[in-house]
Nanobody, 124 residues
């Protein structure tokens, strides 16, 4: 049974940084495409960053240059380094996984497995 567990969220001031983690189990992590998504209250879930099984990454325009996605296959863990946080970055952050390479890496419907999320709060 595939399982994804996020951690690392918290409350920071604008300009601050966090490192989000997503621990994966129950599937061959290195063979899967992984993504980070976020959802603010009243908003649709949106893609933030994605990485394929070859390590190629994709970012939403709103986070380019501030967020970095990475993975440690030995630890079965996905990371999202978030820097220069803005109030608009506040949301629940989710990681997601799918074996089939997504045609649209930023689209939530492309991913089969999801974690429960970790909350990021940014104060101005």
């Amino acid at each position: 049974q595939a399982q994804l567990v996020e951690s690392g969220g918290g409350s920071v001031q604008a300009g601050g940084s966090l490192r989000l983690s997503c621990a994966a189990s129950g599937f061959t992590f290195s063979s899967y495409c992984m993504g980070w998504f976020r959802q603010a209250p009243g908003e649709e879930r949106e893609g933030v960053a994605a990485i394929d099984s070859d390590g190629r990454s994709t970012y939403a325009d709103s986070v380019k240059g501030r967020f970095t996605i990475s993975q440690d296959n030995a630890k079965n863990t996905l990371y999202l380094q978030v820097n220069s946080l803005k109030p608009g970055d506040a949301a629940m952050y989710y990681c997601a996984a799918d074996f089939i390479p997504p045609a649209r890496p930023m689209a939530p419907y492309e991913y089969r497995y999801w974690g429960q999320g970790t909350q990021v709060t940014v104060s101005s």
